[in-house]
């Protein structure tokens, strides 16, 4: 379960999930901060968003339906040059699973975790 397909696989087979390259978003925690990063673009979020946040031997799986917060650009960062949603999700034990990019407002994921996912 090293690749985004892999992890979307096995979710998928496991939960009968529907996820999709198209649905989903996944990241390796940084090697230089310890935090996942990902850009999405704004426009995804007019459907639920799948996060696959990546760790040793699994990975967290986050569902964002649609509404899940009142505004995405009052809540998280937005590159305006690529319309894109930045994250900067910390991995962690402070604020684990906290959006601390600059410019957003400190989100927590931790109620949207669908599952942990670990050996496949």
């Given amino acids: 379960m090293n690749t985004k397909q892999d992890c979307i696989a096995a979710i998928n087979l496991k939960y009968k999930a529907g996820l999709s390259s198209i649905n989903t978003s996944y990241s390796n925690i940084n090697k230089n901060k310890?935090?996942?990063?990902?850009?999405?673009?704004?426009?995804?979020?007019?459907?639920?968003?799948?996060?696959?946040?990546?760790i040793e031997d699994g990975v967290f799986w986050i569902n964002l339906p649609i509404g899940f917060v009142s505004s995405i650009k009052k809540t998280f960062k937005i590159r305006e040059d690529k319309d894109v949603v930045d994250l900067e999700i910390n991995a962690g034990s402070n604020n684990f699973l906290c959006d601390i990019k600059s410019g957003g407002t400190g989100f927590n994921f931790n109620a949207f975790i669908k599952e942990e996912v670990f050996h496949f």
């Fill in 34 to 54: 310890n935090v996942w990063w990902l850009n999405i673009a704004s426009s995804k979020f007019k459907a639920p968003v799948n996060l696959l946040l990546k």
